[in-house]
């Protein structure tokens, strides 16, 4: 990787012009792998494999269960410990690195999918299900800020709009696949409930999606297309980042005002999955439903990538 002796250059110091350093791209296969699109790509796959898988089984309505009720409790669960760790995911993404806060969110989806899986071999297990969907909540809060730190610190300020584009795409694309998984398994099923291959096909989908943030580059490593280099954010310590915390919000308390967009941005999936698409169709159309959805939100999410980068 480029080191600080590749330097190129740097834009010119000046009492208004802060200097900004530029830095040479790998070459050849490093040159692919450190390239930040790959690493968008990659992105992307986590999510599509693990909130991608999440959002399969929760499209399905009840998770694919005939009693949806213990599905609506741990959707409870899992937004009321989102709700509250998020406020603190930022201090510990910029405390131990977005890479291992990544890893440290897909934990909970797989355990998330795995307790389905065992609801549907052990009725009496709900307890198992609802605390799972505890425990997702807070991974949940850790793995989409790291997302978001990320896939904002790989693009210029340009490229923005594509690399949301490519990330909202293949995020889908696993709630997609999942859902064709679905479809596919239980087509001749009369039972109207998800059979335990189907929870076992998307369990190890899920494990796969563990793996891939092993697998990504340092973010301290990456260079952007333009040269500069990528500076994820640092702090010494944890009291000085719990402060920063409370300083962003006294500071510019306009941040509070983004929460009605992301209570109508969520607010309705309990309705759409469980009291309209579970109530109303069987095992089968739910799955089709349900891959019509999320394609959907492929397409729509290409056409806005290309809407936010036009001039």
């Known amino acids: 990787m480029a080191s600080s002796s590749d330097e190129k250059g740097s834009g010119s110091s000046t009492p208004d012009n802060d200097s900004v350093s530029m830095y ?49 409790n741990s959707t409870c669960a899992v937004y009321a410990t989102y709700a509250f760790f998020a406020f603190f995911s930022g201090t510990v993404n910029n405390k131990i690195g977005a890479k291992r806060t990544l890893l440290l969110g897909t934990l909970g989806y797989a355990l998330y999918v795995g307790s389905y899986l065992a609801i549907n071999i052990h009725p009496g297990a709900g307890w198992f299900v609802v605390t799972s969907s505890a425990i997702l909540g807070v991974t949940a809060a850790f793995l989409w800020t790291a997302q978001g730190s990320l ?62 943030p092993l ?13 500069t280099r990528v500076v994820m954010t640092r702090h010494p310590s944890w009291k000085s980042e719990f402060y920063s915390l409370w300083v962003a919000i006294t500071t ?14 969520n607010y309705f999936y ?14 089968r159309a739910r799955s089709l439903n349900n891959f019509m959805y999320w394609l959907s939100q492929i397409v729509g999410s290409l056409l806005i990538g290309l809407v936010l980068d036009s001039k």
């Open 24 to 72: 040479e791209r790998p070459k050849g296969l490093r040159g692919i792998y450190y390239h930040p699109i790959v690493q968008i790509v990659m992105l992307g796959f986590v999510c599509s494999l693990c909130p991608g898988m999440f959002n399969a089984l929760t499209g399905l309505g009840g998770g694919g269960q005939v009693d949806p009720t213990t599905s609506a």
């Open 151 to 212: 896939m904002l610190s790989y693009c210029t300020e340009a490229q923005k709009g594509l690399f949301i584009s490519i990330f909202w795409a293949i995020y889908n694309l696993g709630a997609v696949v999942g859902s064709v998984v679905s479809f596919g398994q239980n087509f001749r099923s009369t039972t109207n409930s998800v059979s335990n291959g189907t929870y076992v096909g998307i369990l190890i989908l899920t494990i796969l999606g563990v793996i891939i």
């Open 215 to 227: 697998l990504m580059a340092d973010p301290d490593k990456m260079i952007r297309t333009d040269g």
């Open 252 to 265: 510019d308390p306009m941040v509070l005002l983004l929460f009605p967009m992301f209570f109508a941005s």
């Open 270 to 283: 309990t309705w759409q999955f469980n009291d309209y698409n579970s109530a109303l169709f069987d095992i």
